[in-house]
Structure formats: C-alpha cells, structure tokens
C-alpha cells in the first residue's frame, strides 16, 4: 500500500473540501473526495411560498451567484406553467453570458493559477523581457519594460517585509514549475489585472440585475428591471461587455495558450470518461433545440457516439455518503436522512456530505469540459473552430482534450464563444424594443398544486432544479448541482466520482507539498456549498429530495 | 513628505491621478459619514502603512458571497485593499497554501500577531452535536472559532450568516447554526446584508486604522455609518408611497412609472442599511432601481421575518 496524504482544507475553491490521496511509485493511485459541510436549505424551504425559493437557493452559492437564482426561478415557472417574454429571456442570457465571463476569469486567474505561475520565481524575470514577451504573446494595452518593474517591485516589497499575506507558504520553487521568470511575471501582473477586470464587469449585472453578487431583478415570469431597458443602460452594458472580452481576447486566452504550451504533458493526465451536459442559453422558446449550449452525454470518450441527455437517466447515490440507508434511486424517489450526529470519515465506508449522482449507472464529469465536448461532438461550428485552431497551435491530438489541461483550455474557450455571440444578443435586445414590444413579466396565478424542473447548465456544469408544489406552498425542493457530479464520492458500485477517477495517475513529486494534486482539483472548479444534498427521509415521493 | 510624493508618484504609475485617489477617499469618507477634513487621514491609511495590518479572514457555514463581494471593492481596488493596505494573512478563497501549508499559515499568524489581528468571519456556525455539521481540517467551525476570535484585536462579522446566523439558522436549522457572538457569547462588529455592500467593510476598517477605535454601533453591533437610517427613508421611491402611488404587479405600467414596492412587499420600512444612497457595484444600481422589493436582507432573521418576500408585511 502507498503512502497516504490527506489534503485539508482546498483553498482556492468555494466552500469546505477535502482530498485524500494515496501516493505509489510518485503517482497517486486512489483518490476520495469529501464534503465537509452540511447546511440544509431544501429542509428549509419545504413550506414557504414557491416564490420565495429563487431567492433562497441562490444562497447556496455566492461564487455562482447568479445560476441557482436563474435555475429555480426556472423550476417555478415550468411548475406554474407561464413562458417569458422575449426581452426577458435575452436579458436573462446577458446576465448569465456575464456570469460565465467574470467566473471563469476569476477562475483561471485568482482560483487555479498559482498552480502552474511561480509567483516567486517572477523576482528573477528581466522585465525587459518579459515585455517583449508580452508583446509577443498577448494584445494586452498594459506593458512595457517600467509596467513589469512596478510588477515586481511590488512582489519585492512583500518578500521583503516579511508580510506575505495571500501568498504565504505557497508551493513556490516546487520543481513542478515549468514556466520561465518572464512568463511568471507576465502571469502575476494579469492576475492583478483580473482582480480589477472582475470588479469592473460585474457591473454588468448591476446594470439589469440591481447588484453583484446575489443578483435581485428576477420575478416568476420575467424580470424587474423594467426601467432599465433604456438606450443609456443598454450602451452602458455593451460598454462594459466590450472591456471584458477584451480582456478575454487579448490577455486571457493568450496566456491560457502560452501557460499551456509549458505543461503539455497535462495534457495526458487527469482525464475522466464520461460526460453530461443539459445544455442552456435558449435562443427561443425551444428548448432543447434552440440551446447555443447544447445538451448532450459522451460515454467512454466516444465524440462520435453523442447522444441526447435524458433526465430520467440520473439516479443518486448515498452508499458511501453520511445519510442513513444505501439504496440509489432516482432524484424523485429518494429516502434518506442525514447522520444524526459526528459522522465517521471512513474511505472504506462513507466519508463526505455529498451524494453520488450516476448516469445511466456511471460518474458523468460536468462543466466547461462537458459542454465543449459535445458542442464539438455535434460538430458545432463556433465550438470546432476555436477548440481545432488551440490544438493546433499547441501542436495536441484531439485525445489531448480529456485531461486536466484539456479541462482549463475548455473553460478559456466557452468563455471567448459565450463572450462574443454576446453582443449579437444585445442587437436582438435592441431590434425588439425598437419594433413595440416591452414586455419584461409575464401574468400567470399560483396554482394550488404542480411541479417543476429546470435543467440548466452554469459556470461549473449541468444543474438541474425540482419543485414540488402543494396548496401554493412548496412541498418539496430538490436541486442537483454540478459539484455534487464532480467532486462526489464512490457509488454503491464503488466506481469512483469524477475527481477522483481524475487524480489516479497524477504524478506527486513531493507528497509533502502534493501541488500536482491542486491542479487537477482546481481544475474542476470545485463549489463545494451547494454540493451537499439529502433526501427525504418520511416518504418516498416525487421530488422529493433536499438539500444543504 | 518625501514618502507622500513617492505614493503618488506610484499612484500615477498605475494610472490613478492625485485627484482619483482623493475621489476614493471621499467615497469612503462620506460612506463612514465623516466630515471632508477625514479625507486627508483616510488617504494616510492606503498610502503606505509602516506594517500592514494582518488578517485572518474565516469562513465557516457560508456561500462565499461575502468573499466575492470584497472582491469587487473599487474604492479601494480590491488589490489594493488585500495587497497593499491590509496583510491578508488567512483567507481559504484566494490564499495560495493549501492544506497542512494552510493550516500553518493560520496557527503562525495566530501566534504571530496575537492580540493585534482583526478577524474578519463569514459564515455561521454549527452548534447541533457539538458541531458535527462544519469541519475544516478535521476541526469543527466551533472549536477553530474558539481558536482564533479570542484572540483578535477586533472581530467583524461580515455578512448576515456570521453576524445572525443567515440562512442556515433559517426554521427548522437543521445544524443548530448560530452567528459568532451567540455562539461565541460574546460582542462582534456586525456587517450583515446578504451580501452586504463592501464599501460598509472598507469604512469599518479605515475607521479602525485611522482613529484606532471601531465605529459607533447600534444595538445590534452595526456601524450607524452605514446602518443609520432605514431604506425606506432615504428611498428615492418615497415621494409615490406619500401620494399613494404603487406597483401592485412586475412588467406593469406603474412598474414602467417607478412607483412605490411596497405592496410588492417591499422591506423597505423595516430595514436598516444605505443601499440607496451607497448603491452597488460603483454606484451602478440597488434592488429598488432594478424594480424588485427590498428582502430585508441586513435585519437579523430575515429570511423567517421578512417573508413571504412579495407579501406586504403583517
């Protein structure tokens, strides 16, 4: 048996995980994945108004502030059963087009690049250099040789003091490193510009929907901010829209290229097999048809074999979960409670907060990856563009995609498809106010029973939410997240979670300072708040699932 | 003022003019509701403290919203604030270390500046079998709470979770999750909002570090800065609830008007905070303008008093 390493707490993440690792031979080979929290909010919305639940749910998640807001109002709208107006489905896809931007930048940059950038190391760069490096690789309107110098003056002046706050005892100097001083200095001053290019296009949010986070203009039937669907407000949206696909465009994208050219023997490690995504951004009232993210599952890497995703398909596991009983079911079936008391951390029994979602019976990833895959398998044309002009120019097979590098990569290039198909979403915005028609909410009444589902995917993969409502109140409350698809445990089978499948292989030079573990980790974009779920434990009824 | 000409002459470098910085500044002091004759000592303490101040920042049962909305901080640029002003010396959403090089990094600083750290807490924590429900490190939220606040030169509650419980603590609870100062039985500076403006965060600390005391607080630990007056008072809506002017349905024509949420179920009335004037996101909008209700969002429990949301109070 190989020596075991527990890594607790994942930073850099959303909410509380924990890896354990075991490590033969300088690979690691066998993984578990642990949720170490459980909060309760489905428990909590069972008999509140069905209304409120939008508002409730998005609290599961601050990171991904706005797509559980969207999601459940979704789930209230197909149980009350009223379609949206035309405004307020485009509007609704800027807000979430928004949402992928600023997530997927904050997460290259502030969640998952300290993984492959050497902060440290930027101190022996010639900023000279690495502006000329800067011109060569990137559009970037920041640079030049006294830009760089400031840069790291500003990381000498924290070295120095002693004081060095978020990048304490950080794996610097590991031998895993592979970027040269110049490119660790060009990657650390985009990582403080990120840091402001997300304050700043979050205001695209504010803009229609109040605020970032925690979005507040959304109603069950359409949107709020009537009031701003105003030349001014629309000029402002494109306005900020415009600086952060240039961002995206000129620095991000460039440097995912550049970093990636230095690790592309990541591109054979931390792959996985199968892959869901529900698919979202309706272009119309047809769904799934008209999805610019298409729905679709990729079993067994095979791209030629993509099929539609069928809901019914998904069951949930809680053999090796700390709730009470062992039997899968389907999300509508559930029955199950959480341990009453401390629960015991057991590899070979249960160890996480977290359910098992399977497929068809199997571990399905989720996420950028996902959703490129089957744009791409569909032969999509946005999608296959982008995806063969990077491989080419990183000079990778196609098979070079299921890897943790292939995973980074997709969430670089959804964010440049998203980001620039924007803009004609705003054009339509536009041509439909100027031909009469205003509406922002659709009238509908509750009804005294029904049920909903909304299947959506977000910045971190498929969601689905469920309502069940009785006497206009809710009876039950079910969602089932992307972390809980990613970073869940084993199932009933003992097959692995995705995450965990992933790091078996992974190489681990130092077991003391295991930063290749982080790699492929971070690279699923783990939300671990949301992640948590129980099922009901007194019936075994539709919908009848809960959640922390 | 050798030291003052260098700091704009780095400012400039950046970008930013003497007059943007002083801008800033104004922001923040008119936020902290401070006289102008502030502004010079507030730009003091972002231009280039001797030590910066060390922080610990902990979460506990949270979304992680709070966290995300410091990082939209343009008044300081949210670099500014976590790089220059303050030493962030513990925060698990942007800190590099992870793990046993994490947990180090928290009992170092711990020690290090003990007594001298402010704490600043996101999240609730779970009381319910000893606080079986939230662990980092093998440790509950409790017993690193128990850790780490104590020893604090001040404790802020950012956020409604930490500050009251939020919404974990909402009926039935299942983790028995309280806020800091129940759980703790002790005093904290509370922030609350869901999430709260950021801008209410950087004024409680500027006040800290430029007059060495924390700002005044109501009684239930919130600065008066910022949570003075209630929503409903400052409302730039609050001239159409005088003459009876409302919204009684979203997407209609008194919704396309402006008129008054209050039937829509604004909390407007019960609720203390300066959405209204600080606004969100550079002063972009607040849930008002964008034509949604006020949910109460900085008042203790609000997610059991306050709702149903879009039903007028009883």
């Known amino acids: 048996m190989g020596k075991r390493i527990i890594v607790d707490p994942i930073t850099r993440i959303e909410g509380h995980l924990k890896i354990e690792a075991e490590i033969s031979g300088g690979k690691v080979v066998n993984a578990w994945s642990s949720a170490q929290m459980f909060r309760g909010i489905e428990i909590i919305l069972q008999g509140r108004d069905p209304r409120d639940a939008p508002l409730f749910v998005q609290r599961s998640c601050g990171v991904c502030t706005y797509t559980h807001y969207l999601s459940s109002m979704r789930a209230v709208e197909d149980a009350v059963g009223v379609t949206i107006p035309k405004n307020a489905r485009i509007i609704r896809n800027l807000l979430h087009g928004a949402q992928f931007q600023q997530d997927h930048i904050t997460h290259f940059y502030q969640l998952h690049a300290l993984d492959f950038v050497d902060v440290v190391d930027a101190l022996k760069a010639d900023p000279k250099k690495t502006a000329a490096l800067s011109e060569t690789v990137t559009n970037d309107p920041h640079g030049g040789t006294a830009y760089f110098k400031e840069v790291q003056q500003k990381i000498k002046t924290f070295v120095d003091s002693g004081q060095l706050g978020l990048f304490s005892n950080g794996y610097w100097g590991s031998p895993a490193y592979k970027l040269p001083p110049e490119a660790n200095l060009m990657a650390t001053a985009h990582y403080l510009e990120a840091l402001r290019i997300q304050a700043k296009l979050v205001r695209m949010h504010a803009i229609f929907g109040a605020k970032n986070p925690h979005l507040q203009a959304l109603a069950v039937g359409g949107i709020t901010s009537v009031k701003d669907l105003t030349p001014d407000r629309i000029a402002e949206f494109l306005y900020v829209w415009k600086q952060a696909q240039a961002f995206v465009r000129n620095v991000y994208i460039p440097d995912l290229v550049t970093i990636a050219s230095f690790y592309k023997d990541w591109g054979a490690i931390g792959g996985t097999s199968n892959f869901l995504a529900w698919g979202d951004l309706p272009m119309s009232d047809k769904e799934p048809e008209s999805l610019f993210l298409p729905r679709g599952v990729i079993m067994k890497r095979d791209l030629k074999g993509v099929k539609m995703a069928e809901p019914e398909k998904v069951t949930e596991h809680i053999d090796r979960s700390w709730y009470e009983g062992n039997k899968a079911r389907h999300p509508y079936n559930g029955e199950t409670k959480p341990y009453q008391g401390d629960p015991k951390y057991d590899t070979n029994g249960r160890y996480s907060w977290s359910k098992a979602p399977r497929y068809e019976g199997e571990a399905c990833e989720v996420g950028p990856l996902a959703r490129v895959l089957v744009a791409y398998a569909y032969g999509k044309k946005d999608f296959k563009a982008v995806v063969d002009s990077t491989l080419k120019k990183l000079n990778i097979p196609v098979t070079a995609l299921f890897s943790t590098l292939g995973r980074t990569a997709a969430r670089g290039l959804e964010t440049l498809v998203i980001g620039n198909a924007m803009e004609g979403w705003v054009m339509e915005l536009v041509d439909n106010l100027k031909s009469g028609d205003t509406a922002t909410c659709a009238k509908w009444t509750m009804p005294k029973s029904g049920k909903g589902c909304g299947l959506n995917d977000v910045a971190r993969g498929a969601l689905g939410h469920w309502v069940e409502i009785e006497d206009k109140k809710i009876k039950n409350y079910q969602y089932v997240v992307p972390s809980t698809w990613n970073l869940g445990p084993r199932c009933e089978k003992g097959k692995l979670g995705p995450v965990e499948e992933a790091l078996i292989g992974t190489p681990v030079a130092d077991p003391k300072r295991p930063i290749e573990i982080l790699r492929t980790v971070h690279s699923f974009d783990p939300c671990i708040a949301c992640g948590v779920h129980v099922i009901d434990p007194d019936s075994n009824q539709v919908y009848k699932i809960r959640v922390v | ?314």
């Open chain 2, 1 to 314: 003022m050798k030291e003052e000409k260098e700091f704009y002459e780095r400012l400039e470098k950046k970008g930013i003019s003497r007059r943007d910085f002083m801008k800033y500044c104004g922001v923040v002091t008119a936020t902290m509701g401070l006289s102008s004759s502030f502004i010079p000592g507030v730009a003091e303490v972002f231009a280039s403290p001797k030590q910066r101040p060390p922080v610990i920042w902990l979460h506990f049962a949270e979304c992680t919203g709070c966290s995300e909305a410091t990082l939209r901080s343009m008044y300081p640029w949210i670099d500014e604030l976590v790089l220059d002003i303050l030493d962030i010396a513990y925060h698990e959403t942007i800190m590099a270390a992870s793990g046993h090089q994490a947990e180090d990094v928290l009992h170092a600083a711990a020690k290090k500046y003990k007594g001298k750290y402010i704490c600043v807490v996101e999240g609730a924590i779970a009381t319910k079998y000893n606080g079986a429900y939230g662990k980092i490190a093998g440790r509950t939220f409790l017993e690193v709470a128990k850790e780490i606040v104590p020893n604090a030169a001040a404790t802020i509650c950012i956020g409604s979770c930490s500050s009251f419980g939020g919404i974990q603590a909402a009926k039935p609870n299942p983790g028995g999750y309280k806020g800091v100062g129940d759980a703790l039985g002790i005093k904290t500076v509370n922030i609350p909002g869901c999430p709260p403006n950021p801008i209410n965060l950087v004024g409680t600390i500027v006040n800290y570090l430029l007059l060495g005391k924390l700002p005044a607080l109501d009684d239930l630990g919130r600065p008066l800065f910022a949570y003075g007056k209630t929503i409903h008072d400052s409302c730039p809506r609050r001239s159409h609830y005088e003459n009876g002017e409302f919204v009684t349905a979203f997407g209609s024509e008194e919704a396309k008007m402006g008129y008054c949420l209050y039937e829509m179920g604004c909390k407007g009335p019960d609720t203390y905070n300066n959405c209204p004037t600080a606004k969100y996101n550079d002063g972009t909008s607040w849930p008002v303008e964008a034509g949604h209700p006020c949910i109460g969002c900085s008042e203790p429990n609000f997610w059991d008093t306050m709702t149903p949301f879009f039903q007028e109070k009883k």
